[in-house]
């Protein structure tokens, strides 16, 4: 997936457990991104990253958070997981801002119970 | 409020047989209009930008269309290959808005 790796790819966990995914990349592109993807609903994002350290919102970041240490590294925390963050979450990285297109990591879908 | 809307929700279509999928959106200033597909298990692919109504874009057996309210992907004598989910995105601003997506299958 264009140098775009996300773990884990799958993971089942619990009601009020800590849940962090990660997104790696290698093309050292400047934008990173986290989408959730539910049935019904096109793609919905989470959190953006502009930069090492740079982050802001989107449109649904309630209960979760975000780090970006390294230019390589965009991680995904859930603080205490929720049923409604059961989801398949992508990680989309970009050159530019705005109309530049975006290139989706192959996913990873979480199941809280 | 800013919408994208993908029709019909799923399609079939025999192998051979030439259909179109809608997006319509009522975002205002839009930046670009993106086609992506997605697998089963696996995240969008990038098909197609559109900038300007009146603009085409074409690759193998899809193109894609666009005026100041809706984009059409045309997919002329689909291939079973070609099943799928397709997705439009408009951007505005900084940000994507993403259309719920087309189911497509097209049988042998």
């Known amino acids: 997936d264009a140098g775009i790796t996300q773990s884990p790819r799958h993971k089942v966990t619990e009601t009020g457990t800590p849940v962090t995914l990660r997104c790696h990349q290698t093309?050292?592109?400047?934008?990173m991104y986290w989408y959730r993807q539910d049935p019904g609903h096109g793609l919905r994002l989470i959190h953006y990253?502009?930069?090492?350290?740079?982050?802001d919102k989107g449109e649904v970041s309630d209960g979760y958070s975000v780090s970006r240490s390294k230019t390589e590294d965009f991680l995904l925390t859930l603080e205490s997981a929720t049923s409604s963050q059961t989801s398949v979450y992508f990680c989309?990285?970009?050159?530019?801002?705005?109309?530049?297109?975006?290139?989706f990591g192959a996913g990873s879908r979480l199941t809280v119970l | 409020e800013d919408q994208v809307t993908q029709s019909p929700e799923a399609l079939r279509l025999q192998e051979g047989e030439s259909s179109s999928l809608n997006c319509s959106y009522t975002v205002s200033g839009l930046r670009g209009l993106f086609w992506y597909r997605q697998d089963p298990g696996k995240g969008p692919e990038f098909l197609f930008t559109l900038y300007s109504a009146g603009e085409e874009k074409e690759k193998e057996r899809l193109k894609a269309t666009l005026t100041k309210k809706e984009s059409f992907l045309h997919i002329t004598a689909p291939k079973p290959e070609d099943s799928a989910t397709y997705l439009c995105?408009?951007?505005?601003?900084?940000?994507?808005?993403f259309g719920p997506g087309t189911r497509l299958s097209v049988l042998p």
């Open positions: 995105a408009v951007v505005y601003g900084q940000n994507f808005v």
């Open positions: 990253s502009y930069g090492v350290k740079d982050t």
């Open positions: 093309e050292n592109h400047r934008y």
């Open positions: 989309a990285i970009s050159e530019n801002v705005g109309a530049n297109v975006l290139t």
